[in-house]
Each structure stands twice: as C-alpha cells, then as structure tokens.
C-alpha cells in the first residue's frame, strides 16, 4: 500500500453540454492525494472545484459529464465503474460533506436514524446495532448527551451541531477519503474553527485522507500539507502550503495571497487596503485563448494571449502554469 | 398544546363510524336483514324503534350500523389502494422524469379527463355489482390527485440538500425515494388520501343507489337510500338516517383531513414535545 497514492487524477476534462456544443468547464486537472495526507483545492466562485469533486464521486449529471481522463482510487480506475460499483464507494471508502448543514440534513428524520442508516446501508448491520453505533458516532464528534441528541430532528440543532452531524455520518464507515466541500462557510467563524479542528483530528486519528474544498486560500493552508489552487476550469499551481504562502509562483496565486488579511499586517501598513485582484473570472463560454488569466494578469505578454501554458516542475516540488513564473 | 377543533370533531366523527361499524352486532336490536316482519312495517321512530322501520319492517337503526360497515371498508380500503397507486406512480414519475414522467403523465391526464365516477361505473359494468368490484372499481380510479401531488413533490424534493446528501453518501434510488422523499411528502398524502375516503364513501353510496353497489338484502347506506326512493314522502325517515350517516361520516373525514394538514408538519410537531 506504501507508495501508491489513495487518489490519483489525471490529465481529467469535464464537458458541460449547453445544447449546440460541448465546452471544457474542467480540463487538464491532475493531482494526487496519499493515505491520510491533506490536500486543498482553492479558486474563486466558479472556477470549477465542486464539479471537479463531483467527478470523482461519480455524480456528474447532464449537461455535465467526463470528457477525458483517469480517476484511479487505490490503483483502480473508477470514472467507468457501473453505478452500482460506484455507489459502493459513495459513503463508503469516499465521503462528502458539504457546504449546508442547514439542508443537507433529512427534516423528518431523527438524526440518530440518519446516522444509523449509513451503517445499515453499507456495513449491513441490524437497526439494532446500527442505532447503538449511531450513539458512538455521536458521542465521536463531540456532541453532548448524545444517547438522547440521537432522537432530535435536525430543526432541533444548531447549525454547528448539524455540521458535527454531517461530520459524523460522512465518517460513520470509516472512509478513506473525505471530501470537504466549503464545509464551513455557512457557519459563523467561531463555530468555524471548532469544525475544522475537529474534522482534521478526526480524520488524523483514523488515517482518513481531506480532499478540502474553498474559496479561502488562508482556511485550506491552515489544514492541508498542499494546495492546488484553480483558476477557470484549470490548475494553475499546486505546492506545499507553506511555499504557496512563502513564495507563491503564479500570478494568480500572488493576488490571492496578497489579497489575505494576515494578522499585524494592517496595523503595520496603517490605513492601507487589502489588495484585491483586478477583472473577473471568464464565463464557461468565454475563456480567453492562451493563459486564461491573462486579461487580469499584470505580467501577461504576447505569448500569454496565444498559447496555454503547460505545467513547469518546481524544485521544491509541485509545479504552476505561467510562462512568466517567478 | 392548541388542539384543533377541526381535528377533534373530524376524529370523532370517523371513529364514531368506525366503532359503529365494528361494534354493530352488539349494539344492534335486531339482525339487518333477517329480522323482517311486515307487523311493524313503515314505522316511524318511536322508543322501540329509534330510527323507525323500512317497507318490510326491519330496524333501521341496526341497518344504518351495519351499512357502516360496508361504507368504511370501501372508504378506507378503496383509498389506501388510490393512495399506494398514485405514490407509487407520482413519487417515481417525479425521482426519474424522462419517459417514465410522460407515460405517468398521460395516464394521469386520461384519469384526470375522464370522470372517475362514469370510470368507476365502467368497471361495475364489466365486473358485476359486489363489494369486491366496488373496492376494485373504486380504488382504481381516484388516483390522480395523489399522483399529481406525490409527482409534484418528489420533483421539488429531489434537489433538496439532504436528497443529494443521500446520493453522496451512496444511497440507492429505491432507498433515496422511501427514506428522503416519501416521508417528507406524507403530510399533503395522508391529507388528500382522508378526504379521497370521504369522496369514496360517498361514491359508494352512489353507486349502490344506482343498484351496482352491494346487493341487497345487505344493508349500505347508498343502497338503503335507494329503496327508500319511493317512500320519501310517505316515510322520510328511511332516507334521512343513511343520509345523515353518510354526511356525518363524509363531514367527519373532511374535517380530519383539514385538521391533519397542521398536525402532519414537522416544524409543529416537534414544537409540541
Ligand atoms: N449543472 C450545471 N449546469 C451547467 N453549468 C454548471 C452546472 N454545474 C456547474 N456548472 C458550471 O460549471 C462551473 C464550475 O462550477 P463549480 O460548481 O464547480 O464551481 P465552484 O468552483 O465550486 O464555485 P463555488 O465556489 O461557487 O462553489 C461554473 O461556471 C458553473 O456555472
Ligand atoms: S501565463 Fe502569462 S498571463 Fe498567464 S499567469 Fe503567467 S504571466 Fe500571467
Ligand atoms: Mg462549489
């Protein structure tokens, strides 16, 4: 097991069908995640992350579908996989937790059931002995008196108590990859931190590996060893966290770091404003020739606006996707 | 804790029927049928006989507690068939859509254009007057409403958060469509299924009064009223007592029905534990 990655993507092309023709929303994605290792994806709104983790779990729907590419979970390739294969691995071996515990939840169902039914479903236990896991898993991500929060509706709880729920179902059968998708951006930021925190230790004391998903590229380098950060529908850099934030090498990876509020920074500079990167991100149908960036780049040439930039190996390891990179 | 008036009086009235209906032999004076005797033809209510007597000298009172009987099984019986139909068909139309949804579609339509009375009469024709061909006839033509709503629901359920939680987490669609969608949906169900009962009680007694219904001598309250017919002016109380019955019954599931709707939200029901 040593070795092979638990995850690998490579080279993976998502279309969007818009009726007359099919556009690349995703492409040339590549990335890999090991065993229990932390991995971030980070890109503005639309930039593609949520499609790029549906693909992997095998939930694109029309007008969305795989282009291209190889999905490989421990070694096997799994884009092609029947439904019924596929969803043997939803839940299962791959969880997802999302970004609103508000409805991700089922309103007429007492949360414990909700629990319960994972094991149910995929380890095929009785009620009886699902029920009883239910009040473990419970009681794992900190949830108080959690023999009789198990008889609560979801309306019930708070959103913080919700997203432990969340949390807890997402790990009931021990996956080995969790996907978080902006799992806390619903949340106010005190609770927020309590979430995280407890999602990355729970996940470190049973090996499970984060595939952790957010617009905040502060958030994701706080909890992942490495970052991809996206930029329409493309990996435009991926790194160790803390080079990303020492030395970003792409443009677009420089706006967004410049644009973090980091803590004294403001105080130090006195009235000067947080740096925000100039223009908006390109719509599906209209991404620029070349480097899609180059409209708002700052350093963008002549080659920029013609041809794409391939991925140049860094030293320290991962690579980014600029002619022009530092 | 409100109660509701609505839910009270509705409830009470249907298990009235319904205690009536089970407890007849023992609450009844005399058999509905055997104990006929042309001595105490046509008699009006009086302390003997509460509800009076018909043409042949039978106790209307134990007629009426019997007709019970026949009138709640088709009511309760006729609907729950309705009602598993029009799920089953609405709830999947609506998860699936494509070529299912169209075919769901145009059936529902076809029961909707045509209706479900003249429908339900057809299959007497063909299957004969009963209470086998009544249950038949009546809980294959009333599910429509259901359908709609079960179809409409499901659709606008299915993007809700948690259903696609359930595909996440590796839920299969039979599992996705009981355990999300179908209770999310009960309240509006169970709603429209207890006033379908009231409409199939009252379409039973239609279609006894027609004579398609359960044959005579056995008594239900459409086809007490429909031997009553000709001595409505002579003796009203053979008509008025059925009839009375079948209104009490029919305001009775109505009324529930209403009642229902508040109690089946889970919001509500939980503000009450
Ligand atoms: N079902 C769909 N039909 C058509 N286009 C879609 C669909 N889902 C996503 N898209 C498009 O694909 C692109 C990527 O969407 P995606 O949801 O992955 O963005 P994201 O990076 O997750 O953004 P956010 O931070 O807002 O969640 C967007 O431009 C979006 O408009
Ligand atoms: S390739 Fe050119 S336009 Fe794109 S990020 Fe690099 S410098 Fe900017
Ligand atoms: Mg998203």
């Known amino acids: 097991m040593t070795g092979r990655p638990l995850l690998e993507v490579e080279d993976l092309r998502i279309d969007l069908d818009d009726g007359s023709r099919r556009v690349a929303a995703a492409e040339g994605v590549s990335f890999r995640i090991d065993r229990g290792e932390t991995f971030g994806l980070v890109g503005e709104s639309g930039c593609g992350k949520s499609i790029t983790a549906l693909a992997l779990i095998g939930l694109l729907r029309p007008p969305l579908s795989i282009g291209g590419g190889v999905i490989r979970f421990e070694g096997q390739e799994i884009q092609h996989l029947s439904a019924a294969r596929q969803r043997q691995l939803r839940g299962n071996r791959i969880a997802m937790i999302f970004q609103e515990p508000m409805t991700a939840l089922n309103p007429v169902s007492p949360v414990g059931r909700q629990i319960a039914e994972m094991f149910v479903l995929h380890r095929g236990k009785s009620w009886r002995e699902a029920n009883q896991l239910a009040v ?177 190996g860094l030293e320290a390891g991962g690579f980014v996707r600029c002619h022009h990179h530092a | 804790m409100k109660l509701r008036a609505n839910l009270v009086i509705g409830g009470s009235l249907f298990a009235l029927a319904i205690v009536v209906g089970l407890l007849a032999p023992w609450l009844a004076h005399t058999d509905p049928v055997m104990d006929a005797n042309l001595m105490n033809a046509e008699e009006p209510p009086s302390w003997t006989w509460w509800f009076g007597t018909d043409g042949q000298g039978r106790d209307i009172y134990s007629r009426v507690l019997y007709g019970a009987r026949v009138s709640l099984t088709v009511g309760i019986v006729s609907q729950l068939i309705n009602s598993v139909i029009g799920v089953a068909l609405g709830l999947s139309a609506g998860y699936f859509g494509g070529w299912w949804d169209d075919i769901v579609n145009a059936l529902t339509n076809l029961m909707l254009a045509i209706p479900s009375l003249i429908f339900a009469l057809a299959i007497m024709a063909v299957l004969g007057p009963g209470l086998t061909s009544l249950l038949i006839a009546l809980g294959l033509t ?90 409505i002016t002579t003796a009203p109380w053979l008509s008025i007592f059925p009839g009375l019955a079948i209104f009490l019954t029919v305001l009775g599931l109505n009324l529930l029905g209403d009642g229902l709707r508040d109690i089946l939200d889970p919001q509500s029901r939980s503000r009450r534990t």
């Open chain 1, 136 to 312: 473990e898993a419970l009681a794992s991500v900190r949830v108080p008196a959690p023999e009789r929060r198990v008889k609560d509706y979801p309306h019930q709880l708070s959103g913080g108590m919700r997203q432990r729920v969340m949390i807890a179902i997402a790990l009931a059968c021990g996956p080995d990859l969790l996907i978080a998708d902006e799992p806390t951006t619903a949340l106010d930021v005190t609770v927020q931190a309590e979430i995280i925190e407890l999602m990355r230790n729970l996940c470190a004391e049973r090996g499970t590996a984060i595939l952790m998903i957010s617009h905040d590229l502060g958030l994701v380098a706080n909890v992942c060893r490495r970052v991809a950060v996206m930029y329409a529908g493309r990996i435009v850099e991926e790194r160790g966290s803390a080079d990303i934030f020492r030395a970003p090498s792409h443009p677009y990876t420089q706006g967004l770091v410049d644009s973090l509020p980091r803590l004294g920074s403001r105080a130090a500079l006195g009235r000067s404003r947080l740096k925000e990167i100039a223009g908006v991100v390109p719509a599906i149908t209209r991404f620029p020739d070349g480097c899609r960036f180059n409209p708002r780049c700052t350093q963008a040439t002549d080659i920029c606006r013609t041809t794409a930039p391939q991925a140049d």
């Open chain 2, 142 to 231: 009333n599910w429509s409403f259901t359908c709609r709503l079960a179809r409409a629901s499901a659709l606008s359920l299915r993007s809700q958060g948690y259903v696609q939680a359930a595909t996440v987490l590796g839920y299969g669609d039979a599992r996705i469509m009981i355990t999300q969608l179908l209770p999310n949906m009960l309240g509006p169900i169970v709603v429209i299924g207890t006033l379908g009962m009231g409409s199939a009680v009252l379409s039973e007694a239609v279609l006894s009064f027609l004579g398609l219904g359960v044959r005579p001598p056995f008594p239900s309250w459409g086809s007490m009223l429909s031997e009553a017919r000709e001595q």
